[in-house]
């Protein structure tokens, strides 16, 4: 894990980016700087994001602290705080060996509006095939892709929250919040979902687990809704393996369900050849379909004939204990996903800094404001179906 770029007792702010490295410069280079630098005080409700761009230019350094506590050396600071208080801040500008110093305060008020800790909204639902879908959220007859994101909506805002199921690799949800999570010191919001462990696994930490990838985005822009440029994948304890594939996708085809089930397990009769699928790695198979659910596993309020997903896939974890085919049991990964562990375990917990970019490296959030779940993996576990992430909720960890 990475450790963070701040740390404070109380408090966490990170800028936004990587820091560039900066070039050597000329002698000659002279600081130029608006006449006001720094506001003599600046005010923001709690979980909302200040930024300060003093606009400086030619500048070797500069350096942002709270009581000489570094909080970053990016040209702007970006800064949240959960707690009402006053903060003060500096600012220190080098260039050719001179050093200015400029103060000022940040005042962090409390909301006047009421936050809730839980999800506030949904923005999207397309889950892959899978043994509950059409089940969690029910499909109705006549309902269209707007009417099942509602329902999802309905499932998963608020501080009573019902499951939803993914289905198998690539299935999502995106959802978000009234504020913005700030990106503080330890884990920082929690994604529920039906993770259990097993009483006969061999394995401490096995049992029910459907790692699940997680990707989150800060609204920078402000237009309240997730843009593609705005998100940012959680690192789990697997991403930087090689037995994790990047870039994977998979097409699922309609089936037809009139189709005679062609049967592969003695013991529970599955149908093996329902819905085919293909990967663009070459491979192929299919999502079965068992005795428990015999509804259709392909989403029907999606017509088309196909649909893709794409994304970042994860090891097998499931294997079958007994040998027999009767005892089914998925592993626990580390940290970094979701339906992972159970609720109350801090694997279920997640870490803002954890995030990074497309080509794998951390950055520096100052908070998060959607969250996207996707099912990680791409297995059939015998009799208990496919490999699906459930999501029953999510709330964040600093608001009280």
């Given at each position: 894990?990475?450790?963070?770029?701040?740390?404070?007792?109380?408090?966490?702010?990170?800028?936004?980016?990587?820091?560039?490295?900066?070039?050597d410069r000329d002698e000659n280079d002279e600081i130029t700087s608006p006449a006001e630098v720094l506001k003599e005080f600046y005010t923001i409700d709690r979980f909302k994001v200040l930024n300060i761009n003093p606009n400086i230019s030619g500048a070797s350094k500069l350096t942002w602290s709270v009581n000489d506590s570094l909080l970053s050396e990016n040209s702007a600071l970006d800064f949240i705080s959960p707690f009402a208080k006053t903060y003060p801040l500096t600012l220190k500008v080098e260039s050719n060996g001179t050093t200015m110093t400029y103060n000022s305060k940040i005042i962090v008020s409390k909301e006047t509006s009421i936050y809730s800790k839980y999800i506030s909204n949904v923005f999207d639902f397309r889950p892959a095939v899978g043994q509950f879908i059409n089940e969690i959220p029910e499909y109705v007859l006549g309902n269209k892709v707007e009417d099942m994101i509602q329902k999802a909506k309905q499932s998963l805002v608020g501080s009573n929250p019902s499951m939803i199921t993914l289905g198998g690799f690539g299935g999502y949800v995106i959802f978000g919040f009234d504020h913005t999570i700030p990106n503080m010191n330890g884990r920082d919001f929690k994604i529920l979902g039906n993770a259990f462990w097993g009483d006969l696994s061999q394995d401490e930490?096995?049992?029910?687990?459907?790692?699940?990838?997680?990707?989150?985005?800060?609204?920078?822009?402000?237009?309240?809704?997730?843009?593609?440029?705005?998100?940012?994948?959680?690192?789990?304890?697997?991403?930087?393996?090689?037995?994790?594939?990047?870039?994977?996708?998979i097409n699922y085809f309609k089936p037809d369900e009139n189709k005679l089930p062609v049967?592969?397990?003695?013991?529970?009769?599955?149908?093996?050849?329902?819905?085919?699928?293909?990967?663009?790695?070459?491979?192929?198979?299919y999502k079965t379909r068992n005795v428990?659910?015999?509804?259709?596993?392909?989403?029907?309020?999606?017509?088309?004939?196909?649909?893709?997903?794409?994304?970042?896939?994860?090891?097998?974890?499931?294997?079958?204990?007994?040998?027999?085919?009767?005892?089914?049991?998925?592993?626990?990964?580390?940290?970094?996903?979701?339906?992972?562990?159970?609720?109350?375990?801090?694997?279920s917990n997640i870490d803002i800094s954890w995030a990074v970019d497309k080509n794998g490296n951390?950055?520096?959030?100052?908070?998060?404001?959607?969250?996207?779940?996707?099912?990680?993996?791409?297995?059939?576990?015998?009799?208990?179906?496919?490999?699906?992430?459930?999501?029953?909720?999510?709330?964040?960890?600093?608001?009280?």
């Open positions: 894990m990475k450790n963070k770029f701040l740390k404070l007792s109380l408090l966490s702010v990170f800028t936004i980016g990587i820091i560039a490295c900066k070039s930490r096995a049992g029910s687990c459907e790692p699940g990838i997680i990707l989150v985005a800060y609204d920078k822009n402000k237009n309240g809704k997730p843009d593609e440029d705005e998100w940012y994948e959680i690192a789990g304890s697997e991403y930087f393996k090689n037995t994790t594939i990047k870039n994977y996708s049967p592969g397990n003695e013991y529970w009769e599955n149908d093996v050849e329902y819905i085919k699928w293909t990967d663009n790695l070459g491979n192929s198979g428990f659910h015999i509804q259709s596993y392909y989403p029907l309020w999606i017509t088309d004939a196909s649909y893709q997903f794409a994304g970042t896939k994860l090891a097998n974890n499931y294997y079958d204990q007994s040998g027999t085919g009767t005892y089914w049991v998925g592993k626990s990964y580390a940290f970094g996903y979701a339906d992972n562990a159970p609720n109350t375990d801090e694997a951390y950055v520096k959030l100052p908070g998060i404001d959607f969250v996207k779940v996707y099912t990680g993996i791409n297995q059939e576990a015998g009799w208990l179906g496919e490999v699906s992430t459930e999501v029953a909720g999510a709330y964040d960890l600093h608001l009280k």
